[in-house]
């Protein structure tokens, strides 16, 4: 089900191959301005591809550590696609960081130094380590925020009195 396509970090934020859409686990639902609590498993969708961020026990191609590439069509994919949210606090801040853990082999998801060559020569290898380190922070730097439901915001209403 589904084709599996290599996943790599770049150094320019700006990068237009560089979006991915926050949604729902596999097989839940998640509406539109529903804040991501810590903790929560969720599946991040490639805008470009509409592939998910899937991991599996294969080595990567460069580091050898686990790979994980881009898989699915149209947003579906499988169960290996899910990943928990692990930050601080009780929801993912927009300008916090945050470490994506994979739901079933427990990775973190992570960008050292290996570099590929051609044909997409200077993107780094993203994959999976088991240990969590500085290498598997990560930080939204652009995109379309959307803003907390109604129902989200009485609840915060309701946790302050």
């Not at 930050?87 to 801040?93: I, K, L, N, P, V």
Request: net charge negative; glycine share 12%.
């Amino acid at each position: 089900p589904g084709l599996s396509q290599s996943v790599t970090g770049v150094s320019a934020a700006d990068d237009g191959n560089s979006y991915w859409r926050v949604r729902g686990r596999t097989a839940a639902v998640c509406e539109r301005g529903t804040p991501v609590r810590c903790g929560q498993a969720i599946r991040l969708t490639h805008l470009g591809t509409g592939r998910n961020l899937h991991s599996h026990r294969f080595a990567s191609p460069l580091s050898g550590n686990q790979e994980v590439s881009a898989f699915g069509e149209a947003g579906e994919g499988d169960y290996l696609d899910d990943w928990t949210v692990v930050c601080s606090g009780t929801y993912w801040a927009r300008d916090s960081e945050v470490r994506f853990q994979h739901a079933s082999t427990d990775v973190f998801l992570s960008v050292t130094g290996e570099q590929y060559g051609r044909p997409i020569h200077g993107q780094k290898e993203v994959h999976g380590m088991a240990a969590s380190s500085q290498n598997n922070y990560w930080k939204v730097m652009e995109g379309i925020f959307m803003q907390p439901s109604e129902v989200f915001k009485v609840e915060q209403y309701h946790a302050e009195l």
